[in-house]
């Protein structure tokens, strides 16, 4: 009786196996699925709440996909796409606003307040922040990534190409075994900027010695004018607004407490080419390349 318990379990469990087995040669013969990052749906709503960000994403995203882009996107005195926005409507910093667009991806920036991304993540609007604006390795890095989290990917690799092929092109124009100038950047306010910035990035392509890094300034810091006199620096780099009579040059060149640097050279860049943290920081780059060796 027991023995005939014994065999008949003993069928039971090779028929489990041999189905288990069979299951499993079944599903291993189908081919893999996508990753999760290729499985997801491509967001079609985009809407882009930095100048940098909105400049990626016209360059990478069809234009009916872009339902929004910060105000600032249409200001000639700052954008490089101010001639580009279109009909998209530029918008504000009010999360109400933005909800109502309905958004499937919203960029924002490292310095975006907690409580503006906490109301957006709170209605569902999905945010992706972008943190890192100080030099052409981080522009790469986030053209890349904006391209993969819109589906992008393969105008990303093109922008990022076409864009290292200018900077080659542009570089090239730089006279050989000619002496490095030190350059120090001047922001009305009395502001400069050092190490880990994009204004050290376009100095030290376009061959120049960062002043202001070379006395141990990371970032920007205010520092007085008797201060800046006595770096002596070779050249002033400096933003014009094309919008504003009112410039650094002008400053610099008035009889006011810059006035010993009036001699000195003086490269103008305007500003929205001097402040981009985006691909249009190469146009800032072509600019003061001609502006020092001319």
Known sequence: MRKGWQMRLCGKLKIFFLAAALLWAVVSSFPEG????????????????????????????PRERIVGLHKLAGHR???NVAGKVGEIPLIG??????????????????????????????????????????????????????????GEEDKAQKLIKDTKERIHAIRSRIPKNAKPPRILTLVRGGWVTGGGTSHDALIRLAGGENVAAEHGIRGARRVSAEQVIAWNP??????????????????????GVYAPLREKKIVEIPYPRFSSVSQYIVDGLDDLVRGLYR
């Open 234 to 255: 070779d050249v002033i780099l400096v933003g014009a607004n094309p919008e504003s009579g009112a410039s650094m040059k002008n400053a610099i060149r008035a009889n």
């Open 34 to 61: 996508p990753s999760p990052a290729r499985a997801a749906r491509k967001p079609e709503r985009l809407i882009a709440m930095t100048l940098a960000t909105a400049e990626m994403l016209l360059a990478l995203a």
């Open 77 to 79: 005195g700052y954008s």
């Open 93 to 150: 910093s009010a999360p109400e606003l933005i909800i109502s667009f309905r958004p499937d991806m919203v960029f924002v920036a490292s310095y975006s307040s907690a409580a503006f991304l906490n109301h957006l993540r709170a209605a569902g609007a999905p945010v992706s922040k972008f943190s890192a604006f100080s030099g052409m390795e981080d522009v790469f890095a986030n053209i890349e990534k904006m391209g993969r989290l819109i």
